[in-house]
């Protein structure tokens, strides 16, 4: 028998945004500083549908842990474009509400075209210090989220033993390997983002020094050396995985 579908967590993510939707006419942007969800719009849960997105599979019927609750939270930012964060309509997207729930990829051409073509920048200065600013965020996201995932990832490494030595059901079994492929294809998620995130951000560089010439440019490559520096320094991180078009929808 197959497991449950994400009917019920699809059932909460759009009850919550029509609540959410709501509250926004009545008061206006939902994000505060550092472009984080006001608290009066966040729930517990919010991210929770980051694991089956990233797996392409229904959710694993466990309860998420601590660990792994905070990993969602702290991985959204690193995926969210960062031109769609601090809008009036950025909170749906925080439900899931916004998009498809699979990952398709950071667009590093329509970075570029946001910040020329979308955006009411006054002066190439303006520009120049919203890249820097992109690039700052995700670097100081970083840490925590990489944090989180060595530990929800270690325990999983523990989980994965431990079912070699005690009896779990058929049942457990299928959900145990669930939550840990959502674990697994989700931090991949996030790390692809961010090599995809720094190849935007130099695209842009890229346009602005020919189109505006700043010395703000020598920042922003700075900027850039150091998000690819970091990115780079954690090769195998993630136990290798199959890719998602590997996995069969309802194969477990």
Not at 87 to 103: A, K, W
Not at 162 to 185: D, F, G, I, Q
Request: with cysteine; proline share 7%; charged share 25%.
């Amino acid at each position: 028998m197959d497991l449950p579908s994400n009917l019920p967590l699809r059932r909460t993510r759009i009850l919550s945004g029509i609540a959410v939707a709501g509250l926004l006419l009545l008061t206006g942007c939902a994000n505060g500083d550092f472009g984080e969800v006001r608290p009066m719009f966040a729930s517990e849960g919010m991210h929770d549908w980051l694991g089956p997105a990233a797996s392409g599979l229904p959710a694993s019927s466990f309860e998420l842990t601590d660990d792994e609750r905070q990993l969602r939270d702290l991985a959204y930012p690193l995926i969210q474009p960062p031109f769609d964060r601090q809008r009036f309509y950025s909170v749906l997207g925080e439900y899931g509400l916004l998009g498809p729930d699979h990952p398709d990829g950071f667009d590093v051409t329509n970075y570029v075209n946001r910040l020329f073509q979308d955006e009411p920048y006054r002066s190439p200065t303006a520009r120049y210090a919203r890249v820097l600013e992109d690039i700052r965020n995700d670097n100081e996201r970083m840490p925590q989220f990489f944090a989180t995932a060595w530990r929800v990832l270690d325990m999983d490494a523990k989980r994965r033993k431990s079912m070699t030595l005690v009896s779990v059901s058929e049942k457990e079994r299928k959900n145990a390997e669930r939550r840990m492929r959502e674990n697994a294809l989700l931090v991949n998620w996030v790390q692809q983002s961010l090599r995809e995130r720094a190849d935007a951000y130099r695209f842009a560089l890229e346009r602005l020094v020919v189109m505006d010439p700043s010395p703000s440019a020598v920042d922003i490559e700075r900027a850039i050396v150091h998000l690819k520096a970091r990115i780079a320094q954690r090769p195998g991180f993630v136990p290798q995985q199959p890719s998602r078009g590997v996995y069969v929808r309802n194969s477990l």
